[in-house]
């Protein structure tokens, strides 16, 4: 469900025309949708509500703070990577009690912040770093909670870039070590172990990774238990993904409820999730002009006014993001049911940015309605991981985001500066 739509033969996000949010605040321009937002996070929660999940929105995926601050309004906590997103987390509002810390790199700074503002538990990813936090937090007076991560094995089978789960990957400590490890770890002075964790890559389109995955860490924590560990929680990660084509990729959250309830349900111990894309992944599109059209080879290019700056994932992982004019011509008007890729009349192009790389590109080969310079096209399912990993490269200004409620948009965060390019520098 998203609440980008065409009306009156032109894009609304809600009840604003995408082009009038294009006129007041320029383009490249990130746009939310808050009642999508709204409508995901609700989902999830009501799909694992027999288990009473404690939902940790993961902050990497879009972290502005007035969107955080929708989240934590309702109740949702935060999954955080670094210093910095947990400061964000925190600026939003966010409960530092409701605040999980993953990561395998967390640096001393980083995990003595974490425990003065007591967060909820880091998600610990080997044996030197459980030792550190230990060490840490006994410097402090503090007492540290953690969770293991455990790496399952299992093949979530998405993109070898965003991939988890295997044993050859960076993240957790391999399944098999995981009995030694706690009993290695049962009595530290200063840091609690009461908690596993898992999450197998992102996007995962189908169930049963996931299902093979809970499958193997639920008998981790049954063995864990009668070795006399006290097991309060299990955190099942994220990863949960989203259609970013207009056709039934990915399976909707009641759909993984379904497969995991059943392994999860009646536990002695909470359950936990960490869902990014899900939340924010549909309820944001990227609004891009068309600066100019050329010829090469036997290729036509679109080249537009947004690059791999502001949405480097089809670069990153060939990623696919369905492009559509904002005002298509009568013809090539989709209806809500009828999202087309192949436009009644149209042409093959390569969508490209303004940037120096060959990789700088939104879509390849892609058929299209025909459109000229000035035209907006708009970049759907963008928001997650689009303006959270976007860069100044080129010295290109970040994207102003806007956010929509109903009949208003609001400015969430600002067009960068030629100025703000140099602020940081020392000359
Ligand atoms: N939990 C942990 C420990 C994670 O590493 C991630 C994502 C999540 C939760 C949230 O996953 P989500 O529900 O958002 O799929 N940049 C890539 C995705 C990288 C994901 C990194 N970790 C992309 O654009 O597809």
Same mark, same amino acid.
């Given at each position: 469900?998203?609440?980008?739509?065409?009306?009156?033969?032109?894009?609304?996000?809600?009840?604003?025309?995408?082009?009038?949010?294009?006129?007041?605040?320029?383009?490249?321009?990130?746009?939310?949708?808050?009642?999508?937002?709204?409508?995901?996070?609700?989902?999830?929660?009501?799909?694992?509500?027999?288990?009473?999940?404690?939902?940790?929105?993961?902050?990497?995926?879009?972290?502005?703070?007035?969107?955080?601050?929708?989240?934590?309004?309702?109740?949702?906590?935060?999954?955080?990577?670094?210093?910095?997103?947990?400061?964000?987390?925190?600026?939003?509002?966010?409960?530092?009690?409701?605040?999980?810390?993953?990561?395998?790199?967390?640096?001393?700074?980083?995990?003595?912040?974490?425990?003065?503002?007591?967060?909820?538990?880091?998600?610990?990813?080997?044996?030197?770093?459980?030792?550190?936090?230990?060490?840490?937090?006994?410097?402090?007076?503090?007492?540290?909670?953690?969770?293991?991560?455990?790496?399952?094995?299992?093949?979530?089978?998405?993109?070898?870039?965003?991939?988890?789960?295997?044993?050859?990957?960076?993240?957790?400590?391999?399944?098999?070590?995981?009995?030694?490890?706690?009993?290695?770890?049962?009595?530290?002075?200063?840091?609690?172990?009461?908690?596993?964790?898992?999450?197998?890559?992102?996007?995962?389109?189908?169930?049963?990774?996931?299902?093979?995955?809970?499958?193997?860490?639920?008998?981790?924590?049954?063995?864990?238990?009668?070795?006399?560990?006290?097991?309060?929680?299990?955190?099942?990660?994220?990863?949960?993904?989203?259609?970013?084509?207009?056709?039934?990729?990915?399976?909707?959250?009641?759909?993984?409820?379904?497969?995991?309830?059943?392994?999860?349900?009646?536990?002695?111990?909470?359950?936990?999730?960490?869902?990014?894309?899900?939340?924010?992944?549909?309820?944001?599109?990227?609004?891009?002009?068309?600066?100019?059209?050329?010829?090469?080879?036997?290729?036509?290019? #679109?080249? @537009? =006014?947004? /690059?791999?700056?502001? *949405? !480097? +994932?089809?670069?990153?992982?060939?990623?696919?993001?369905?492009?559509?004019?904002?005002?298509?011509?009568?013809?090539?008007?989709?209806?809500?049911?009828?999202?087309?890729?192949?436009?009644?009349?149209?042409?093959?192009?390569?969508?490209?940015?303004?940037?120096?790389?060959?990789?700088?590109?939104?879509?390849?080969?892609?058929?299209?309605?025909?459109?000229?310079?000035?035209?907006?096209?708009?970049?759907?399912?963008?928001?997650?991981?689009?303006?959270?990993?976007?860069?100044?490269?080129?010295?290109?200004?970040?994207?102003?985001? #806007?956010? @929509? =409620?109903? /009949?208003?948009?609001? *400015? !969430? +965060?600002?067009?960068?500066?030629?100025?703000?390019?140099?602020?940081?520098?020392?000359?």
């Amino acid at each position: 469900m998203d609440l980008f739509t065409y009306k009156n033969d032109e894009l609304y996000c809600e009840d604003v025309p995408a082009r009038q949010i294009a006129e007041q605040f320029g383009t490249p321009v990130y746009v939310y949708s808050k009642q999508t937002v709204i409508e995901h996070y609700r989902q999830i929660a009501t799909a694992f509500a027999p288990v009473n999940p404690t939902i940790c929105y993961s902050i990497k995926s879009c972290g502005n703070i007035h969107i955080c601050k929708v989240l934590a309004a309702e109740g949702c906590g935060f999954d955080v990577t670094s210093g910095g997103e947990l400061y964000r987390a925190l600026q939003a509002g966010g409960d530092a009690k409701k605040i999980i810390y993953a990561g395998v790199g967390k640096t001393d700074e980083e995990i003595r912040y974490a425990l003065e503002v007591g967060i909820a538990a880091f998600n610990i990813e080997s044996e030197e770093e459980a030792e550190n936090i230990d060490r840490i937090a006994g410097m402090m007076g503090k007492k540290a909670v953690g969770a293991l991560r455990v790496n399952p094995d299992v093949d979530p089978k998405t993109h070898k870039h965003t991939s988890t789960g295997k044993k050859e990957t960076k993240f957790g400590v391999d399944i098999e070590r995981a009995e030694a490890f706690f009993a290695k770890y049962k009595s530290l002075q200063n840091l609690r172990i009461g908690g596993v964790h898992i999450h197998i890559g992102s996007p995962v389109y189908e169930i049963d990774p996931y299902v093979q995955a809970v499958k193997k860490v639920t008998a981790l924590i049954d063995r864990l238990m009668l070795e006399g560990h006290h097991i309060e929680w299990l955190d099942i990660g994220g990863g949960f993904a989203v259609n970013y084509m207009h056709k039934e990729q990915a399976k909707p959250i009641t759909e993984h409820a379904k497969a995991l309830l059943p392994l999860l349900a009646g536990k002695p111990y909470r359950i936990a999730i960490e869902p990014g894309r899900y939340i924010i992944g549909n309820a944001g599109v990227l609004l891009t002009r068309v600066l100019y059209r050329k010829i090469g080879g036997n290729k036509r290019f #679109v080249i @537009v =006014d947004a /690059g791999m700056n502001d *949405l !480097i +994932r089809p670069a990153l992982y060939d990623s696919y993001h369905y492009i559509w004019p904002v005002r298509p011509d009568a013809a090539n008007v989709p209806t809500e049911r009828n999202r087309e890729h192949l436009p009644r009349s149209g042409e093959i192009v390569d969508v490209v940015g303004p940037i120096c790389e060959s990789s700088d590109y939104l879509a390849k080969d892609r058929p299209l309605p025909v459109v000229k310079r000035d035209d907006l096209l708009c970049v759907f399912t963008a928001g997650a991981y689009g303006f959270a990993m976007s860069s100044n490269y080129n010295n290109r200004r970040r994207a102003a985001e #806007v956010m @929509v =409620d109903g /009949g208003k948009a609001q *400015l !969430i +965060r600002r067009r960068e500066t030629w100025e703000d390019l140099v602020a940081a520098e020392r000359v």
